[in-house]
């Protein structure tokens, strides 16, 4: 934008060995239609020289990305190995060379190389930066430029586009060398000349004909980013086959597994339309990838399931990608693929956490590393990052800060933070302090590094590195490219994200528990999905440990909404979003659901859009199509749209949608409160999106949990402890919450334990759940190995028979002494860590140097057995803690969480009042913090989840009180909480809105509890 400003006709972008920031810069140039030439370049640092490469052409660009790669490899991440011999005419025929002739030494030998591979094709670079060497070093260029018969271009070695950022650069130069800006002030630049420096100042201090030379250059480099072409892989095509062919037959042969002899002729069409679509777009190969990748993982038995916009699809559905049947959901294929839009389709699949690695890995065996590289991610600065790194870089010890914050209560701040955090309490002056606070506010949102995308595969027919560079992840095998989504969506790279997704793991380990201790084999498309009895369960909001409606917010709402149907639970699963609550379209969607509300629409033509909503917006996809029908988007328009909302609130051309979405609508007579509302909503969106093909994939995840934890609570739970962490709670509360449901749950023992936690029969012939030795904190994985190799048929009898397992050693012994898991061997954990301690682990020359000693200790008290339980294990199967202290009368008598519904029904049918009212009673509860949640609503709220012996309490904490009781919110772990009961006249969810909050942690001694907090 400065360099359009300032007239330039042409711009090189050349970062060092990279090209991660053209596209982004092609995409300003493009959205503002500028009158700019962008060239693509690298600089490069090679063998102490410093030169510039720019692309001239298709195949110049090719070669400069390949040249990015050959040294990116050779390196670890963050760093590259080039040598002059890279540099040839062979690799590099159709890139320009610039060399910036160095200030000292001999370059005679460069340059003789240099030119004997690009003829007619090297520059000197003349840089007059106006320093006092200045002057000198533009003789000497002179003069070797002379004895080559080489030309001169000028250039300004920009770093910046106004010299105001020269601090900033100072600073990013010290953070880059891990030093503060004093110990690095030789690297410094001695001025803010390396910016972007206007035409006539340029034309001041450098000849006619050196500024000539750049014209020369820009001439000669006609590449274009449009020009990439991506062609997508044909491996997976059967040699007698054509790709249309084959993806004809195995869309026949799903069809017959799918729906066997129920094909409609509704299903016909709609696969006959999808095909010639995919048919007209080129797309087959795509699909093909796709399965092959799927085909993979079932036949490894690897659950996958597609999510995202192939759940529009029938054509994924019978092929296997996912197992949404867009029927069911009423989804429309055009969202996925349209005659309108050229941007390439968009595939996610979320695979087993635990197993996501083996898919990546075969991918890159398949295709190998020159056709398939992740996608990057662009990681910035955020407040904590950019304090360190800045308050390094001036000098300022991080230790003074850290404290500061670790416990500034981030999510209860306000805008200003930097003016909070910054003050004399560091011991600055106020010049320090001005610093301080104007780089913290310019690096915030600056990126920091180029990381690697969660699963975003780029896959193509020929090398893509021919693309865009490949280059080392800080993973071991792994490799990415420098480009992110963003940037692959604008060029129209296909990309195929290969996601994790842990309760994929918990439902696979499922199945196999029940196919093995059941004796019933199952699968996903085995299980009904009307089962009257899970839903029942589902509406009372029984949900804990399931997949998407188990956080608090959920858990709220579905008592409220009560899913009776797929469909709903599709519903509930994007309600509970920042669209819909920023839009304000929550309360009216459950009134007229409810029946309270008439279901009405602000004009009759908006009926088709939200009919199946009840007349409010709760999906992305009908925000689009509302713009089309009530603001007259076009189709581009309304792509554009859904391309922005996630840029909603930022400058440029999202703002125009805007403005022309509120003024059409207005103009077409649609209330301004109700524009208003949509536009929020939009902006919700943009904070999270959640279209309905999400929503339909992450439903039908959540109803499978749901059946399992109804029908299969044992193997359910089970599965879950073997696959954390993931979801909202900790191994303590699933287990909690499985005991609740007459699940006897067993503890850790050496003898019966594996190393995961497993099913068996208990004497009443009920299936338990076993707790496995990985639950043993401090016990390492190889020592559970050895110790499970080595058990005897009938078990360990004796403690000393554990001196011969290989691989065990004192502290391993120690740690399932704690765990109580030795109580067979040697009683209970005290005596058990007594007698461990005197064994001698394979020490064969101190083997008689102890005797047996019989001294008994005495057993710890229940208190004591609590805190080791919990402490040791995380989990504890004996009386609750907070039970315990009400018993010793060490925390004050408060209503339990099983208390609070019937204290405000009573108070509901007690009190006289309006059918509207809600029920609010003044209470005092109190609890363990298992949980603290502020999701990004415009309320500021933070939902907190209190545990007790009896259930859990949902706390809500406004931000005014939250502010007022930071520390004690954010740090204590039992808490005492006055605040008002409140229940909904027409459900029984009801929650504390806390007006005071107290810390009690001191009478839980050295008891360690976990909480899962802002996430």
């Known amino acids: ?36 030439k962008l060239i693509i370049g690298a600089e490069f640092y090679i063998e102490g020289h410093n030169l510039v490469l720019l692309a001239k052409n298709d195949n110049g660009y090719r070669q400069l990305c390949q040249l990015i790669t050959r040294g990116r490899r050779r390196s670890e991440k963050g760093s590259y190995q080039l040598y002059l011999a890279d540099l040839n005419r062979k690799d590099c025929s159709d890139c320009l060379c610039l060399y910036a002739l160095p200030r000292f030494g001999d370059d005679t030998s460069t340059l003789k190389h240099l030119q004997q591979h690009f003829t007619d094709r090297l520059w000197l670079l003349a840089e007059n930066l106006l320093t006092n060497q200045d002057a000198r070093h533009v003789e000497r260029i002179e003069a070797v430029a002379a004895q080559f018969s080489l030309p001169v271009a000028a250039s300004s070695h920009v770093l910046m586009h106004v010299p105001t950022r020269k601090i900033l650069h100072d600073c990013l130069t010290a953070i880059k060398e891990n030093h503060s800006i004093e110990q690095v002030r030789h690297l410094l630049k001695p001025n803010a000349e390396n910016h972007l420096r206007s035409l006539k100042k340029l034309q001041s201090i450098y000849p006619a004909d050196w500024l000539q030379q750049t014209h020369v250059i820009a001439e000669q480099c006609h590449f274009d980013l449009r020009s990439i072409r991506y062609n997508y892989p044909k491996d997976t095509l059967p040699g007698q086959y054509t790709a249309e062919a084959y993806l004809r037959l195995l869309v026949n042969q799903g069809v017959k597994r799918r729906f066997g002899e129920r094909v409609t002729e509704d299903i016909t069409h709609t696969i006959e339309k999808e095909l010639a679509l995919i048919r007209s777009k080129n797309y087959e190969h795509y699909f093909l990838t796709v399965y092959d990748i799927v085909r993979f993982a079932r036949s490894q038995g690897i659950l996958c399931q597609g999510r995202g916009s192939a759940a529009n699809s029938i054509v994924c559905y019978v092929l296997g990608i996912t197992e949404v049947n867009p029927q069911e959901a009423s989804l429309l294929f055009e969202r996925f693929i349209s005659e309108s839009r050229d941007d390439p389709p968009d595939i996610d699949v979320d695979f087993e956490h635990e ?97 690697q995308h969660v699963g975003g595969f780029v896959i193509t ?19 990415v490219i420098q480009w992110d989504k963003d940037d692959l969506e604008a060029l129209g790279l296909m990309k195929v994200d290969i996601l994790a997704l842990g309760m994929l793991s918990a439902i696979r380990k499922t199945f196999d528990y029940i196919r093995d201790f059941h004796q019933q084999p199952i699968r996903i498309q085995d299980i009904p999905r009307d089962d009257a009895e899970v839903f029942g369960m589902i509406q009372k909001a029984d949900t804990v440990g399931t997949f998407q409606i188990e956080s608090r917010a959920q858990m709220n709402m579905l008592p409220r909404l009560k899913p009776a149907c797929y469909y709903d639970l599709v519903i509930q699963v994007a309600i509970v979003r920042p669209g819909p609550i920023h839009g304000d379209m929550v309360h009216p969607f459950l009134k ?92 919700g969106f943009g904070e999270y999106g959640f279209p309905e093909s999400h929503a339909a994939g992450f439903a039908l995840i959540a109803y499978i949990s749901c059946w399992l934890k109804y029908h299969y609570p044992a193997a359910f739970c089970c599965a879950l402890l073997n696959s954390l962490p993931m979801g909202f ?38 299936t338990a759940l076993r707790l496995g030795l990985r639950r043993v904190k401090g016990l390492r994985d190889s020592a559970a190995l050895s110790l499970l ?64 000693d019989a001294h008994e200790l005495a057993p710890p ?22 039970k315990l202290l009400r018993e010793k009368q060490l925390l004050p008598e408060t209503p339990t969480a099983d208390q609070l519904l019937p204290l405000a029904l009573d108070a509901q049918h007690r009190f006289v009042r309006r059918p509207e009212d809600k029920v609010q009673v003044p209470v005092v509860v109190s609890g363990l913090i298992t949980n603290r949640q502020m999701p990004k609503t415009a309320t500021g709220v933070t939902f907190i ?36 009961l409140e229940k909904s006249p027409d459900n029984d969810v009801i929650h504390v809105i806390a007006k005071e909050i107290k810390g009690f942690s001191h009478v839980l001694g050295e008891l360690e509890v976990g909480s899962r907090n802002y996430h």
């Open 1 to 36: 934008m400065r360099a359009a400003e300032l007239n330039y006709s042409a711009l090189a972008i050349t970062d060092e060995c990279s090209v991660a920031g053209v596209v982004r810069a092609w995409r300003t140039i493009e959205q503002h239609q500028l009158k700019l």
């Open 355 to 451: 197993r996501r690695e083996e898919v990546i890995q075969y991918i890159y065996r398949r295709y190998g590393r020159k056709r398939a590289a992740l996608a990057a991610t662009v990681i910035t600065y955020r407040r904590k990052s950019a304090l360190r790194d800045v308050a390094k870089a001036l000098g300022i010890h991080v230790e003074q800060l850290e404290q500061k914050i670790a416990n500034y209560g981030w999510r209860y701040r306000n805008k200003n933070w930097i003016d909070e955090i910054v003050n004399d309490g560091l011991g600055l002056s106020q010049y320090q302090v001005t610093v301080f606070k104007q780089l913290l506010g310019e690096i915030t949102g600056f990126p920091r590094h180029l990381s």
């Open 461 to 479: 027919e020929g090398v893509v590195a021919d693309l865009v560079p490949i280059e080392n992840a800080s993973m071991a095998d792994r490799t």
């Open 592 to 683: 007229r659901r409810a029946g309270i509300e008439p279901v009405r629409y602000p004009k009759p033509e908006l009926k088709p859009v939200l009919e199946r909503t009840l007349g409010i917006p709760i999906f992305q996809e009908q925000i689009i199509k509302l713009a089309m029908v009530a603001a007259d988007f076009s189709a581009d328009e309304a792509n554009a749209l859904r391309r922005s909302m996630a840029s909603w609130k930022k400058t440029g051309h999202i703002n125009k949608l805007r403005s022309k979405l509120t003024e059409k609508m207005l103009a077409n007579d649609y209330p301004a409160d109700y524009v208003e509302r949509i536009n929020r909503q939009i902006e």
């Open 729 to 766: 709670y900790s191994a303590s509360q699933l287990v909690q919450d499985v005991r609740r449901h007459q699940v006897p749950v067993l503890p850790v023992n050496i003898n019966r334990s594996d190393w995961d936690s497993t099913l068996e029969a208990n004497a009443d012939g009920k």
């Open 789 to 852: 190799l080595y058990r005897p048929e009938h078990g360990y009898r004796h403690l000393q028979e554990l001196e011969k397992v290989p691989g065990l050693n004192t502290q391993d012994l120690e740690s399932l002494a704690s765990a109580d898991a030795l109580v067979d061997l040697a009683g209970h954990r005290f005596q058990a860590r007594w007698q461990a301690a005197a064994l001698n682990m394979q020490h064969d020359l101190l083997s008689e140097a102890f005797e047996d």
């Open 861 to 882: 008290d229940e208190f004591e057995n609590i805190i080791e339980d919990n402490n040791s294990t995380g989990i504890s199967l004996r009386k609750h803690i907070l």
């Open 945 to 980: 989840t209190l545990e007790d012996h009896t259930g859990n309490i949902n706390i809500i904490v406004w931000l005014p009180v939250a502010q007022k009781y930071l520390r004690t919110l954010t740090t204590e772990k039992l808490v005492i909480i006055n605040g008002v």
